[in-house]
């Protein structure tokens, strides 16, 4: 058996109750051909987005069941005929796919020296263009900036 959607719109016309009947008589009929309903939900009636038979709302019926693929064909002779029903679609629902976690990155880890400093981070320092970094003193750069200011 396979798993099968139905959405179908009832006229406007008919009352709350009389559609809640034709609902109730779909699902009878798709019990008799051997079918499982495994949802049914039916809404307030609802503009819709053009006329369809010259009609401008109607009451949206979602049906989720499970069948044989002979039974389908009579279902669809069924909502056809009904003047009731203004249209309907059927689709095979496929099973939801669990997809697989995302595989994330580890972070690298370098091995240390007694410093607590990479071997990577030393190598970098190595290949600075400017050569290591000095520490500059508050008095060499006042005796500087005394040189330059007296020529």
Not at 89 to 111: D, G, N, Y
Not at 120 to 147: R, S, T
């Given at each position: 058996?396979?798993?099968?959607?139905?959405?179908?719109?009832?006229?406007?016309?008919?009352?709350?109750?009389?559609?809640?009947?034709?609902?109730?008589e779909?699902?009878?009929?798709?019990?008799?051909?051997?079918?499982?309903?495994?949802?049914?939900?039916?809404?307030?009636?609802?503009?819709?987005?053009?006329?369809?038979?010259?009609?401008s709302?109607?009451?949206?019926?979602?049906?989720?069941?499970?069948?044989?693929?002979?039974?389908?064909?009579?279902?669809?002779?069924k909502?056809?005929?009904?003047?009731?029903?203004?249209?309907?679609?059927?689709?095979?629902?496929?099973?939801?796919?669990?997809?697989?976690?995302?595989?994330?990155?580890?972070?690298?880890?370098?091995?240390?020296?007694?410093?607590?400093?990479?071997?990577?981070?030393?190598?970098?320092?190595?290949?600075?263009?400017?050569?290591?970094?000095?520490?500059?003193?508050?008095?060499?750069?006042?005796?500087?900036?005394?040189?330059?200011?007296s020529?």
């Amino acid at each position: 058996m396979k798993p099968y959607e139905l959405t179908y719109i009832i006229s406007s016309d008919e009352k709350s109750e009389e559609a809640e009947n034709l609902k109730k008589e779909v699902e009878v009929f798709v019990q008799e051909k051997g079918g499982i309903i495994v949802k049914s939900e039916k809404t307030v009636p609802q503009s819709l987005a053009y006329p369809i038979k010259r009609h401008s709302s109607g009451f949206f019926v979602t049906l989720e069941f499970q069948t044989e693929e002979k039974e389908i064909k009579a279902l669809v002779e069924k909502l056809e005929k009904n003047p009731k029903i203004l249209r309907h679609v059927i689709i095979i629902k496929k099973p939801v796919k669990q997809r697989k976690e995302r595989r994330t990155r580890k972070p690298i880890m370098m091995p240390k020296d007694k410093s607590g400093v990479s071997e990577v981070y030393k190598e970098k320092a190595k290949k600075e263009p400017f050569g290591p970094k000095e520490e500059v003193k508050l008095e060499d750069i006042d005796k500087k900036l005394d040189e330059i200011l007296s020529e």
